[in-house]
């Protein structure tokens, strides 16, 4: 083995989390290696930003190149109720955008490398540690053999699903939690008919019965990604992905049936487990984790990709104070209770939403409005709890007990 | 002051909401085997939707006479028949208004339902001793001024004024004649009608104004946007276009009137149900006589010309299943307003305000960014 290499913080994954933090720490001056399993670009489903992603783009000065790329605006969500018999519409906190992810990722990577980040093609094998304290990586580049070692002050999991450090039984298992049982099923079609005017540019998500729902996302002036939610147990019986498709198309509801039918299929259906997780605990010596590789949840709002976002920002300041005072435990705490209050409301706003859609629709245009919009746009990580999830969590722990 | 509030007719509370609820709240086949009682979790069960939580909460405001304000909206008064009873009674005991005319009663529960949601009620003295009553919401400028269709209620605007609430200054006046406005001329025309409304903007909203229109209000909107172009910031045109053939027009709006079925079905693209309430209220408006002098005389002609000579930066909005208006129309008159723009919404009929008033706000908000 060739003399040992090392950087301040290694960073598993090259995704939005992973990329997000690797240039906020290169940009403070650190030493930051990216790891990424694939070759870029490549596909990944979450097209749909939400609000807070856009304050994330706009201080990486990205904001132009994303209407460069003409990803469609996102000014708000369309709802549309069981049998298309009522709709209501969300606008978003502040602008964003839904994205081909192949593309945005891209961008969010070069943006990395371009601010300083060293980034390779390698698979993780495993950690070197210093008694509990996580001191490097082992890896293996792509095309080759041998294992590579690289020794680092922090190793980052950003490695999404694939839950690395969870796997490699540095962070907690991985647990199922409550919305755990649905799977996605999606692909990609050009000429779909929209609404008119910057309205067709929006999120669509069309309801139907309890976890059983549909995703509408326009990611280029011609091409939507749509997506059928539903049971796992019910896409078995339907057999399988393709069938279980075309019957959510046509059936899950009827505005839905409406915009499909003449238009392109671009790509195979595809499907996805929907089963939402967490892992605990995702700090410690060394380590963290962010976005999907601690925590993934209902995509039915979607927050993934901006919570991500948010969570490596939010980790790049208690790494960068971990680096200057050599202590982890305070920075490293404050950045896991970050992330646990920005998870819980997603996850009560969304309960709240399934247990008791009529209320979530009335209270959106009513007194809860401006809590509701801002939770939505992910803005959900502040330490006072807005009304809207007070009322929210009154009524969830009622009827929990009832 | 007049006074607009007596007893309401109150009844027994609990049989007449068990009576609707398994006359009115249970829709499908497997629903209807079952009776439902004080006790009968409706929530849990799922009896509740969006659907028939609105048609429920219309009830229980013009029937019960008893307004549930946003913020008692949740699950936990609504778990079954007997927790909306109870909150009901709590809520008549602390003294809400209600009255004994079905239709005024029903018009003055519109309005001041939008009380507890901050929107404030207002009387302008206009034309010597007439009153045009208004709702209003201060904000910064620049101020929206909303006038409402011909025969609907300043309230008409409720769920645009809630919205805009915190954001933007607002006053939605009744037209004289129409809502709570009073007037010794029993039926004032359509030129009465825009001096009224200028005075009553003259005194409560502070330019620069965005006006809006909704359906033969917009004839009001543009006439004062043309008259006072230096104070107006926009003009927005909701539910109108220039009508081609006025007296065809006219014909078929007082055959649709005829048949509140058949002018629901046309007005919207969701029609709301036809309750008892709401024929009243529609039978209430027919039969003012404000409603046809607005049409006849300087108000029909007004059709034709309205939007001519317009300096002010101009968006319609329009529903794309409107059956009072047509896109073409839609299209002549923008047409005529150098620099107009049109956004049109799906499955919305002739009433944005009322179908999708958070799109309608979207959109105006949009041009009115275009404008800065």
């Known amino acids: 083995m060739t003399s040992q290499e090392f950087f301040d913080v290694v960073i598993i994954g090259g995704g939005p989390g992973g990329s997000v933090l690797a240039a906020c720490l290169a940009q403070a001056g650190a030493s930051v290696l990216i790891l990424e399993m694939a070759s870029f670009p490549r596909y990944h489903i979450g097209e749909s930003l939400t609000g807070m992603a856009a304050v994330v783009l706009e201080d990486f000065g990205l904001s132009a190149e994303m209407d460069r790329r003409q990803f469609p605006r996102k000014d708000g969500v369309k709802v549309i109720g069981k049998g298309a018999d009522s709709e209501f519409w969300v606008p978003v906190f502040r602008p964003t955008w839904q994205v081909r992810r192949a593309e945005f990722d891209q961008i969010l990577l070069d943006n990395a490398i371009r601010r300083g980040a060293t980034c390779r093609q390698a698979r993780v094998n495993g950690v070197l540690r210093d008694g509990e304290t996580v001191t490097g990586a082992l890896y293996t580049l792509d095309g ?69 729902w549909a995703w509408f996302i326009p990611v280029s002036p011609d091409v939507v990604s749509v997506g059928i939610v539903l049971p796992g147990e019910e896409i078995k019986r339907l057999g399988g992905a393709e069938a279980a498709f075309r019957w959510g198309a046509e059936r899950i509801n009827p505005d839905l049936a409406w915009r499909l039918p003449g238009c392109e299929q671009m790509e195979p259906i595809r499907a996805a487990a929907n089963y939402s997780y967490a892992v605990d605990p995702f700090v410690g010596p060394g380590w963290l984790a962010v976005g999907d590789a601690h925590q993934f949840i209902d995509p039915i709002f979607s927050f993934g990709v901006t919570f991500a976002m948010l969570e490596a920002r939010e980790a790049s300041r208690a790494i960068l104070a971990s680096l200057t005072n050599g202590d982890w435990r305070e920075p490293f705490e404050e950045y896991r209770d970050f992330c646990v209050r920005g998870q819980t409301a997603a996850l009560d706003l969304i309960s709240y939403f399934w247990k008791f859609p009529v209320f979530f629709g009335y209270q959106s245009r009513g007194e809860l409005r401006k809590d509701i919009i801002r939770l939505l746009s992910s803005d959900a990580h502040s330490k006072i709890e807005s009304r809207a999830l007070t009322q929210m969590r009154k009524a969830l722990s009622r009827a929990a007990a009832a | 002051m007049p006074s607009e509030m007596n007893e309401c007719s109150n009844g027994d509370i609990t049989f ?66 007997g927790t909306l009873a109870d909150l009901i009674t709590q809520l008549q005991l602390s003294g809400r208004p209600v009255h004994e005319g079905v239709a005024e009663c029903a018009l003055l529960q519109s309005i001041r339902i939008l009380e507890p949601a901050g929107i404030r009620r207002r009387w ?249």
């Open chain 1, 144 to 212: 080759e053999q041998n294992q590579r070692e690289v020794r680092c002050r922090v190793v980052a999991d950003a490695s999404g699903q694939a839950a690395l450090l969870s796997r490699l039984d540095v962070a907690g298992t991985l647990r199922r939690t409550e919305f755990d049982k649905q799977v996605a099923v999606f692909s990609q079609f050009r000429g779909a008919r929209r609404d008119p005017g910057t309205m067709g540019d929006n999120t669509f998500l069309f309801y139907s019965e309890t976890y059983h």
């Open chain 2, 16 to 81: 007449e909401l068990v009576r609707f609820a398994n006359r009115e709240l249970l829709s499908t086949a497997s629903q209807r085997t079952i009776t439902l009682d004080l006790d009968t979790p409706v929530l849990e069960m799922g009896i509740l939707d969006s659907l028939s939580m609105v048609s429920l909460l219309t009830f229980v405001q013009t029937t019960l006479g008893v307004v549930i304000p946003d913020e008692k909206v949740l699950p936990e008064n609504f778990e079954t028949l």
């Open chain 2, 124 to 372: 302008l003295p206009v034309d010597g001793d007439a009153q045009i009553h208004a709702l209003e919401i201060s904000g910064p400028a620049p101020g929206w001024v909303l006038l409402p269709g011909l025969g609907n209620p300043s309230s008409s605007w409720g769920a645009v004024l809630k919205s805009l609430r915190g954001q933007n200054a607002a006053l939605a006046p009744d037209f004289l004649g129409f809502g709570v406005s009073r007037s010794e001329r029993l039926a004032p025309d359509y030129t009465a009608q825009v001096r009224a409304i200028r005075e009553a903007i003259d005194t409560a909203a502070k330019p620069p104004l965005v006006l809006v229109g909704s359906s033969a209000g917009s004839l009001v909107a543009a006439e004062i946007a043309r008259e006072m172009p230096d104070k107006v910031k926009a003009l927005v045109i909701t539910g109108f276009g220039l009508v081609e053939d006025p007296p065809a027009w006219r014909t078929m709006l007082t055959r649709l009137s005829g048949s509140p079925e058949s002018f629901l079905k046309a007005a919207y693209y969701r029609p709301p149900r036809l309750t008892e309430a709401l024929l009243d209220l529609f039978h209430d408006v027919m039969g003012r006589p404000a409603y046809n002098a607005f049409l006849e005389g300087p108000g029909f002609e007004a059709m034709s010309s309205a939007f001519d000579h317009l300096q002010i930066p101009t968006l319609f909005i329009a529903g794309r299943e409107d059956g009072i208006i047509s896109a073409e129309a839609v299209s002549a008159a923008a047409a005529r307003v150098p620099g107009a723009r049109i956004e049109w919404l799906a499955r919305c009929g002739h009433f944005p305000a009322a179908e999708q008033p958070e799109e309608l706000l979207y959109y105006i908000r949009r041009f009115l960014a275009t404008l800065n």
